[in-house]
């Protein structure tokens, strides 16, 4: 009975996270390296060219709003925190990519990886030992 609900609770969470765009992630990048961070500190953190502070700030609202970031209140200037971490995101991001493309199948992405060279067979070797360790 736990098992059940233990997989049914995953399915959920899976499910419920929303996609996010280049210029959200580029913000979750930041935020994921740096754990929490003031609006200052992401925009430091950006690569050139830097955004402007009103661009990022409506990228961290759009965050907020989908769950991804949580703000803690300091007076008048907002700290922001990870909500979802980068595991659960990209797990996440992975399963609806490969469900998209490739059936559902993880065998038939790793062969299209294959087949496109961007997987070696000492690549597939070195997963293989890292599957078994599990």
Partial sequence: MWITIFIVLVFQIDNMIKQLTKAEEQI??????LDKAFLREIIDALPEPKPHNN???TIIKILTEKEFIGITVFGRTHQYYVLINKEVYSKATMKTFVNGYFEGSFSNAVSFMVKENNLSINDLELLLKEMKKK
Avoid: F, G, I, R
Wanted: overall charge positive; charged content about 10%.
């Fill in 28 to 33: 979750m990048q930041v935020l994921w390296k």
């Fill in 55 to 57: 661009t990022v700030a």
